[in-house]
């Protein structure tokens, strides 16, 4: 992966096919896997700034907008692009302000101060866009964002803020009685999730972007700071940065201080007098490294699993080999701006091998040395090897040392444990045993909700 310093102008983050991306905020240029003929673009010397880059499905399918050597605007575009797009590039005037979205199928959306032109939009976005549009002008203004991917996957927001959206076709089955295949999975859930906020509304949307040519790869940013992503693992770390940078240049993230010990509670602990319950930890109180640690651990491994548990429903054919690469996807979720953590950037991501597609046979446990709780109302439940073999007390200890323990990373949290989405990542013999278990977590959580809700006021 590659940067380049330049002055900041409009932030995008743009997906290309076989991993690739550009993308550009407060922090400045990256890229990954460029098409040969604009990486040597980008590096030879030609390029002083970006202002706007979009990657399409196909190989050298592309779009630059930039300031040259000389200091003038130019543009410059990859041989694979749709023909009508070409043709109309030919005829515009370089620009900071030109926008440019590629789609599948050699669709396209471009505009700039004195144009706008799309093509080949699926049917759905199309509609969508007309609707905006009336013989006397824009009744909801132009597009201000325009994004889709393939499966009827997409999202348009117009300059008043009209808003359109699909969530992606469901994709039946072969077999009747297998739950259908959601393709774009983690953006369903992050649309429905934000759309139940109280109080949401999409006008709060500062910038999305779907992924052209791999499903359920996307980025969507909160003009509060929330973001929700999915993408392979191997460009985690850039797509964390370009959501933390996106509005200013985030601080270094400070050292976590371990929290003062209490003599006291380790006192009680060394006389065996467990059955007290311990104080309730402050919300505000930063996690000790050593259990942020151990945090960091499980929840890398559990996204692991669950990656390939997705990777697995998602190609169900038994062929050794298949025809594309399906990418261990990451669900990555910011902290939500009403969260009190003291860390201004996500937890630095712990780099693991993507495991070949596997449905889950059993479940991830909490670690044993964090499922300390021994209040006698709840060894009962946690003495059940079936069960989650931890009480709330023990998830409560996990999930605060993420170090993002707040009311809306909570709901995020609760989505990944619903039984209904456990269960189609479950190998089928075992499918019924995961949904209990992940049930009782899924309670367990919606119960921390509850509570931390509740000390909202």
């Known amino acids: 992966m590659n940067t380049m310093a330049t002055a900041p102008t409009t932030p995008f983050f743009s997906f290309g096919p076989e991993d690739s991306f550009i993308s550009k905020n407060y922090e400045g240029l990256r890229y990954r896997h460029l098409p040969p003929s604009l990486h040597d673009l980008i590096i030879g010397g030609s390029v002083l700034d970006v202002y706007w880059a979009s990657l399409g499905p196909i190989r050298e399918s592309w779009v630059l907008s930039f300031k040259d050597a000389t200091g003038k605007h130019n543009l410059a575009y990859g041989t694979q ?13 370089p620009s900071p302000l030109i926008r440019t979205f590629l789609g599948p199928s050699d669709s396209y959306v471009f505009w700039d101060p004195t144009s706008l032109r799309w093509a080949n939009l699926p049917a759905s976005l199309e509609d969508a866009v007309q609707a905006w549009l009336t013989p006397a002008g824009w009744k909801a203004g132009p597009p201000r ?28 089955s072969t077999f009747p009685n297998h739950d259908d295949d959601i393709r774009w999975e983690i953006w369903r859930e992050t649309v429905e999730e934000w759309r139940g906020e109280r109080g949401f509304v999409w006008s709060e949307v500062a910038y999305i972007s779907l ?15 929330t973001w929700a992503g999915s993408i392979d693992d191997i460009n985690e770390e ?3 940065a370009f959501s933390a940078n996106f509005f200013r240049l985030s601080k270094q993230k400070q050292k976590n201080k371990p929290p003062p010990s209490s003599s006291h509670q380790q006192q009680h602990r060394a006389n065996g007098n467990s059955t007290a319950p311990e104080p309730k930890p402050d919300i505000n109180a930063p996690p000790h490294p050593a259990t942020q640690a151990i945090y960091e651990r499980w929840a890398t491994e559990t996204a692991t699993v ?21 990418p261990r996807k990451l669900q990555i ?23 070949p597609p596997a449905l889950l046979t059993s479940f991830p446990y909490l670690p044993l040395s964090l499922t300390t709780c021994t209040l006698p109302s709840c060894a009962t439940g946690k003495a059940d090897p079936k069960g989650l073999r931890a009480c709330k007390h023990d998830v409560e200890r996990l999930l605060r040392a993420s170090g993002l323990y707040s009311y809306e990373w909570l709901r995020q949290e609760r989505i990944r444990w619903h039984p209904d989405r456990f269960g189609r990542l479950c190998a089928e013999e075992w499918r019924e045993e995961g949904r209990r278990v992940a049930e009782e977590m899924f309670k367990v959580v919606d119960c921390l909700v509850g509570e931390v809700g509740r000390g909202r006021g």
């Open 81 to 93: 692009i749709s023909p009508r797009l070409l043709t109309h590039l030919k005829k515009v005037n």
């Open 238 to 240: 850039a797509l964390s």
């Open 306 to 326: 669950f990656a390939a548990a997705l990777a697995a429903n998602n190609n169900p054919s038994s062929s050794p080999i298949p025809s594309k690469k399906a």
């Open 211 to 225: 992924d052209p040519s791999t499903p359920d790869q996307f980025i969507a940013i909160r003009n509060d700071g």
């Open 145 to 172: 964002i325009v994004t889709w991917g393939e499966d009827d996957a997409f999202f348009a927001m117009s300059e008043y803020g009209n808003v359109a959206y699909r969530l992606g076709r469901k994709k039946n």
């Open 333 to 355: 979720r910011s902290q939500s701006s009403t969260s009190t953590s003291t860390s201004s950037s996500p937890p630095p991501a712990i780099p693991t091998a993507s495991p």
